[in-house]
């Protein structure tokens, strides 16, 4: 909710790597996805750094959804569906801690890695070319 911008797209992926963990412990193999226009749905209030940081010291929402007509209602927005190949993920007992961890960060790259493809492969369809995404 916090990292809408008017001039890029946002994500919060770098430090997300539970459910690579999930898959790594499973051994299930995570398909990367991307969907176009979902940041543009709705914006927040108050939109500052000190609202996102107690948001996330405190894991709640502070804050309001604000959409059409300043309502939570969303704004119409095109969708754009893009998925990517499987990654293979190898199954890794949690118990060998050294090797789990040296698998989660492996896939957790690939991972991002092809977030990052499949948004540069796709965004001109969308129509946002000019518009780069921030991976944080």
Same mark, same amino acid.
């Given at each position: 909710?916090?990292?809408?911008?008017?001039?890029?797209?946002?994500?919060?992926?770098?430090?997300?790597?539970?459910?690579?963990?999930?898959?790594?412990?499973?051994?299930?193999?995570?398909?990367?996805?991307?969907?176009?226009?979902?940041?543009?749905?709705?914006?927040?209030?108050?939109? $500052?750094? +000190?609202?996102?940081?107690?948001?996330? @010291?405190?894991?709640? *929402?502070?804050?309001?959804?604000?959409? =059409?007509?300043?309502?939570?209602?969303?704004?119409?927005?095109?969708?754009?569906?893009?998925?990517?190949?499987?990654?293979?993920?190898?199954?890794?007992?949690?118990?060998?801690?050294?090797?789990? $961890?040296? +698998?989660?960060?492996?896939?957790?790259? @690939?991972?991002?890695? *092809?977030?990052?493809?499949?948004?540069? =492969?796709?965004?001109?369809?969308?129509?946002?070319?000019?518009?780069?995404?921030?991976?944080?």
């Amino acid at each position: 909710m916090y990292m809408k911008d008017p001039r890029k797209e946002r994500i919060k992926l770098l430090n997300r790597k539970g459910f690579v963990r999930v898959a790594v412990e499973t051994g299930t193999s995570i398909i990367p996805v991307y969907h176009f226009g979902s940041t543009q749905t709705l914006g927040a209030w108050p939109q $500052s750094a +000190a609202a996102a940081g107690l948001s996330r @010291k405190y894991r709640v *929402a502070i804050g309001f959804p604000i959409g =059409r007509w300043l309502t939570p209602v969303p704004h119409q927005v095109q969708f754009f569906q893009v998925a990517g190949a499987p990654i293979p993920v190898p199954r890794v007992d949690p118990a060998d801690k050294e090797a789990f $961890s040296k +698998a989660v960060d492996e896939v957790h790259a @690939k991972v991002v890695d *092809a977030v990052k493809g499949l948004y540069d =492969r796709h965004k001109a369809e969308y129509g946002w070319e000019d518009r780069p995404l921030v991976i944080e």
